[in-house]
């Protein structure tokens, strides 16, 4: 597809159970965010993945939450054991990430989220 | 690492006024700002952004200055209208240093008929 794109739209859990949320960046973008969204709030960081180096963690809340990147492109953000506190709108974004000659393509596009619901 | 405050949380004008929001933030090797709105339900969209090598940008009645001495930048929109109601994002990155973007905490404009 052209833009990026999140799977489950809404994904209800028990307080507990283990979640993944997937996020399919555009195309070649080397750059890859994911956020959560309270309701009302703002965007909180969690972890930036840019190319091949070592991913910035520094917003995951918990060891309960990780994610991965295969081989540069789709990325999994796993909350282990999750808590009700966890309930947020997941945001993935993702862009080119790096310039080339005078031009930068910088622009982060996001995804259209993941409601996460923890009961 | 990146820090950015944004003001005001929250905003209300009179439709056909002018609406500031205004950022700070604290790395100096910061050299690209984006703004993005998030509609109510949807997901966040770049509307404008500046980078470190110009003062001033402006398309149609929005516009981003920059002041890089005293590291802040502002976004105005002018004739306010009721579909520029959202919440505003303010970001700042190192870009060529390939750095994350680091937003600020979002501003809710509402404009009242």
């Known amino acids: 597809g052209a833009g990026v794109s999140q799977s489950p739209s809404n994904k209800v859990t028990e307080k507990g159970k283990d979640v993944e949320l997937r996020c399919d960046p555009i195309?070649?973008?080397?750059?890859l965010y994911w956020y959560r969204q309270s309701l009302g709030q703002g965007l909180e960081f969690l972890i930036y993945f840019q190319g091949n180096s070592a991913p910035d963690k520094s917003g995951l809340p918990s060891d309960r939450f990780s994610a991965e990147r295969t081989g540069g492109s789709v990325s999994t953000l796993t909350i282990q054991r999750t808590q009700q506190e966890d309930s947020a709108v997941y945001l993935c974004a993702s862009s080119l990430g790096r310039s080339r000659g005078f031009k930068w393509y910088t622009e982060a596009f996001f995804g259209q989220g993941t409601r996460l619901t923890v009961v | 690492g990146e820090n950015v405050e944004q003001h005001p949380s929250t905003l209300s004008v009179q439709e056909g006024d002018s609406a500031v929001i205004k950022c700070t933030y604290s790395?100096?090797?910061?050299?690209?700002f984006p703004w993005y709105k998030q509609e109510l339900g949807k997901r966040p969209q770049l509307i404008i952004d500046i980078r470190s090598n110009v003062g001033e940008k402006k398309d149609q009645r929005i516009a981003v200055t920059l002041n890089k001495t005293a590291k802040h930048f502002s976004l105005h929109i002018t004739e306010t209208q009721p579909e520029d109601s959202a919440v505003y994002f303010c970001a700042a990155s190192n870009i060529q240093g390939a750095q994350k973007l680091v937003f600020g905490q979002g501003t809710r404009l509402t404009i009242n008929p």
């Open positions: 195309s070649g973008h080397t750059a």
């Open positions: 790395d100096s090797a910061s050299n690209y």
